[in-house]
C-alpha cells in the first residue's frame, strides 16, 4: 500500500450501490472470458468492499482479479443501482504500490508526461521504418532478444511530422464560421495519429467550425490514473485546466475516445468551477458533427465497413448512434454490424502490455466478429482500440498486413470531402 486505503474509503457509497443482481456479468469481457465470479464486476465490488471494511486483506490474488479490470464501464453503462467502476479502480489503484510494472509507469511519466520526448521517441521509429530496421530488427529475432516481439504488432506506420500546440488557428477557406472550438491534441493523436488529428481538423473545418489547439496543453492524464499513477495523472488534469478556457469556445473537441471521457470528468479531479465548465463543453468529434448537422459529403468511399464501438464512447460517454448515422451519410459506403460491437477489445490503454492473457482472448473473439462480417475496413474511434484491432486483424492474415483495414471515423469522413473534385478546406492562420 502507499499510504492506506484512503482514496478507496472515499467510494465505500459507491462501492455499497452494488445490489448484487447480476446484470453486469453479461456486458463484462474478462467474466465473459473466464466465467469466474471474481473476474466479474459483482465479485471485484464484494473484494473492494471487504477490503476497506477489514474483512479481506490485500493478497496477490485479490490483485490479480482487479487489475484483470479492463476498466472498460460496461457494468457502468448497464448497472441498474448506478454503481460507477472506473472512479473506484482508479482509487484503489492509486492506493496500491506498483499498480503498473516499473517499465510502464516509467514510460507514462518519461514520455507522455513530456511530448518533447515522446516526439523525439516517434520520430526516431518513424525513422527506423523507413530505413527498414524495424523489420530487419524482427526478421533477424532482434526483437525477440529484446523482449519486443510482441510489441512490434501494435506499431503503425508511423508519421516524422507532429502537431504540436502553440495557439494555431485553422479556418474554413470559405464560408461563414458557424462554431470556435477547442482541439485537445493530446498525446498520442499529437504524435503516432498525428495525420488523424490534421484529418480531425479538416472535416471540422469543412463543417464550418474555427478550430483552435491551445498553446501549453497536454496529456489527458487517463492512462496514469487508470495506472495508479495518480498525482502524475492530476497534475496532467490541472496543466489541461489552465491550457483551455471553456469561455472562449463553442465545444472542446476529442478525436479518441478515452480522452474524451477524462476530459468529461475533469471537475472530479480538478474540482473548479472552470474545470466543471471544460467537462461540459467537452465533445467528442463524432458527437459534435452529429449535433451541429454533418454538412453531407460530395465525395464518395465505396466500401463495406462495420464500426467498432470503443469502450468509452459506447459506454463511459453514452455515444452510439452518432458515430453510425455519420457513416450512414457518407456516399458508397455499406455499413454492416458485427455481433458484439460494445465488447472491448482488450486494448484499455495499456492493458494489452500488462495483461496480455485477457487482451489477447478479447483481441481474437473480436477479430473474428469482424472477420465474420466480411467488411473490408473496420472503423473506430479511440488509438488504442486501432492499434489493438491493427494487431488482431494482422494476426488473423499471418503476416504484417491486416486481413482488414482498420480506419478512424474521422479518416473516412475527410476522404467523402477529399474526394469533392474542387474541394479546398483548411486555411492555416497562426
Given at each position: ?9 472515499e ?7 452494488c ?16 466465467f ?14 471487504a ?78 521504418q ?121 465545444a ?43 454538412k ?77 462480417t ?57
Amino acid at each position: 500500500m502507499t499510504g492506506g486505503l484512503n482514496l478507496l474509503r472515499e467510494q465505500y457509497d459507491n462501492l455499497s450501490a452494488c445490489i448484487r443482481c447480476g446484470l453486469c456479468l453479461s456486458v463484462c469481457p474478462t467474466y465473459q472470458v473466464s466465467f469466474k465470479e471474481e473476474e466479474g464486476p459483482r465479485g471485484r465490488i464484494a473484494m473492494l468492499k471487504a477490503l476497506v471494511e477489514g474483512h479481506l486483506n490485500l493478497t496477490s490474488d485479490l490483485l490479480e482479479h482487479e487489475l484483470n479490470c479492463l476498466v472498460c464501464e460496461a457494468c457502468t453503462a448497464i448497472c441498474p443501482a448506478g454503481y460507477r467502476m472506473e472512479p473506484a479502480q482508479i482509487a484503489f489503484r492509486a492506493d496500491i504500490r506498483d499498480a503498473a510494472p516499473w517499465p510502464v509507469r516509467f514510460g507514462l511519466d518519461y514520455f507522455l508526461g513530456n511530448l518533447g520526448r515522446l516526439r523525439r521517441l516517434v520520430r526516431l521509429l518513424a525513422l527506423g521504418q523507413r530505413a527498414w530496421l524495424v523489420s530487419l530488427a524482427s526478421r533477424t529475432g532482434l526483437v525477440d532478444v529484446l523482449g519486443l516481439r510482441r510489441l512490434t504488432r501494435f506499431l503503425p506506420d508511423l508519421p516524422t511530422t507532429f502537431i504540436v500546440p502553440r495557439g494555431q488557428v485553422w479556418r474554413p477557406a470559405a464560408g461563414p464560421v458557424r462554431y470556435r472550438v477547442a482541439l485537445l491534441t493530446g498525446c498520442v493523436m499529437s504524435t503516432v495519429f498525428a495525420g488523424v488529428t490534421r484529418a480531425t481538423i479538416r472535416v471540422l473545418t469543412a463543417n464550418g467550425c474555427e478550430v483552435v489547439a491551445p498553446a501549453g496543453q497536454g496529456c489527458c492524464g487517463a492512462l496514469h490514473l487508470h495506472g495508479g499513477l495518480f498525482d502524475s495523472g492530476l497534475r496532467l488534469v490541472e496543466n489541461n485546466v489552465r491550457a483551455f478556457n471553456p469561455d472562449e469556445f463553442d465545444a472542446i473537441i476529442v478525436n479518441s475516445a478515452g480522452c474524451g471521457t477524462a476530459l468529461k470528468t475533469y471537475d472530479h479531479y480538478a474540482g473548479s468551477p472552470r474545470a466543471a465548465a471544460l467537462a461540459r463543453k467537452t465533445r467528442d468529434v463524432t458527437e459534435f458533427l452529429d449535433e451541429i448537422g454533418l454538412k453531407p459529403p460530395a465525395g464518395e468511399v465505396p466500401v463495406t465497413a462495420t464500426y467498432q464501438d470503443a469502450c468509452h464512447l459506447a459506454h463511459a460517454q453514452r455515444i452510439t448512434a452518432a458515430p453510425r448515422r455519420l457513416l450512414r451519410a457518407i456516399p458508397g459506403l455499406r455499413l454492416v454490424e458485427m455481433a458484439e460491437p460494445a465488447l472491448c477489445c482488450g486494448s484499455a490503454g495499456v492493458y494489452n502490455v500488462t495483461r496480455p492473457g485477457f487482451a489477447d482472448a478479447l483481441m481474437r473473439r473480436k477479430a473474428r466478429n469482424i472477420l465474420a462480417t466480411r467488411a473490408e475496413m473496420v472503423i473506430t474511434a479511440n488509438p488504442g482500440c486501432y492499434l489493438q484491432l491493427l494487431a488482431g486483424l494482422r494476426e488473423a492474415a499471418g503476416g504484417d498486413r491486416p486481413a482488414v483495414e482498420v480506419r478512424f471515423l474521422v479518416e473516412v469522413l475527410d476522404q467523402a470531402y477529399q474526394a469533392a473534385p474542387q474541394a479546398v478546406f483548411v486555411e492555416v492562420r497562426g
